[in-house]
C-alpha cells in the first residue's frame, strides 16, 4: 500500500521561499507528483519526479530521494496567488494516491 | 481541446437514497479516476477505469460502484447515502492507466442531509 505524509499547514511571506515536505512509503513506486489546488477548484498538475534529483520549473522546483522516500516542493519569490493546497501524490503503476495535502497561506 | 467534465456540479440528497455523478473525460484519455476529497482527509482514490474496465478499487464500501463506456466516458454510483458521504467528488482523466499525469474536472459537490 501507500502512505503519504505532508505538513497539514503553512505560512509564508510574499517575496519569500517556502519548503513543502512530502514523505512516502510505497511498494513498487514509479513517481511523485505535486498537484496546486486553490479553493474551490480542481487540482492542477506540477511536477513530476521519477528519478532522484532535483526539477526546475520556473518559480517552482520539486526534489526526489528514492532511497528516503522523501519529496519536497520549493517555490521562490512568493506570490499571494500561491496560497492554495499543495498535494503530494505518490504512484505505483496501480494508481495514485494522494497525501492530505498542505494548505499555503502567503501573507503580505 | 475541452477539459474533463463533471456534472451535476451541484447537489443535495437525504439519507438513504442514491445519486449518479457523470464524468466526460479529455478527447483520447482512456483512463478515468474518481477520488473523494474531504477536508480532513484529503484525496482519497475510489476507482480508476480503464477501457470499461475497473484496473483498482480503494478502500469505499460496496455502496460506491462505477463504470465506465466505449466512449471513455464514466459514471459513479452511491447508494443509501450515509451524511459522511458527503463532500467533493473528484474526477480525473489520463492517457495511460495506472497514475499517469491526472487532468481533473471541478468536482461534483454532494451534500447528504
Known amino acids: 500500500g501507500q502512505n503519504i505524509d505532508q505538513p497539514t499547514e503553512m505560512t509564508a511571506t510574499e517575496g519569500a521561499i517556502v519548503q513543502i515536505n512530502c514523505t512516502y512509503q510505497?511498494?513498487?513506486?514509479?513517481?511523485l507528483f505535486w498537484y496546486q489546488q486553490h479553493a474551490g477548484e480542481a487540482p492542477t498538475f506540477l511536477s513530476y519526479n521519477v528519478l532522484d534529483g532535483l526539477e526546475e520549473k520556473g518559480r517552482f522546483s520539486s526534489f526526489l530521494s528514492r532511497s528516503k522516500g522523501y519529496s519536497y516542493l520549493l517555490l521562490k519569490e512568493l506570490q499571494m496567488k500561491d496560497s492554495a493546497s499543495y498535494l503530494c501524490a505518490g504512484t505505483n503503476n496501480n494508481d495514485m494516491r494522494f497525501g492530505a495535502g498542505t494548505r499555503l497561506t502567503v501573507k503580505p | 481541446k475541452a477539459g474533463v467534465t463533471q456534472t451535476p456540479r451541484y447537489l443535495i440528497k437525504t439519507r438513504g437514497q442514491q445519486v449518479t455523478l457523470s464524468c466526460s473525460p479529455i478527447?483520447?484519455?482512456?483512463?478515468v479516476s474518481w477520488y473523494q476529497q474531504t477536508p480532513g482527509q484529503g484525496l482519497q482514490f475510489l476507482f480508476e477505469?480503464?477501457?470499461?474496465?475497473?484496473?483498482n478499487k480503494g478502500n469505499f464500501p460496496g455502496r460506491f460502484s462505477g463504470r465506465q463506456f466505449s466512449n471513455s466516458r464514466s459514471e459513479m454510483n452511491v447508494s443509501t447515502l450515509e451524511l459522511g458521504d458527503s463532500a467533493l467528488y473528484l474526477c480525473?482523466?489520463?492517457?495511460?492507466?495506472?497514475?499517469?499525469?491526472?487532468?481533473f474536472g471541478e468536482g461534483s459537490r454532494l451534500t447528504v442531509l
Open positions: 477505469y480503464f477501457s470499461e474496465t475497473q484496473r
Open positions: 510505497t511498494s513498487g513506486f514509479n513517481g
Open positions: 478527447s483520447g484519455h482512456r483512463s
Open positions: 480525473a482523466s489520463s492517457l495511460s492507466a495506472g497514475g499517469g499525469e491526472l487532468f
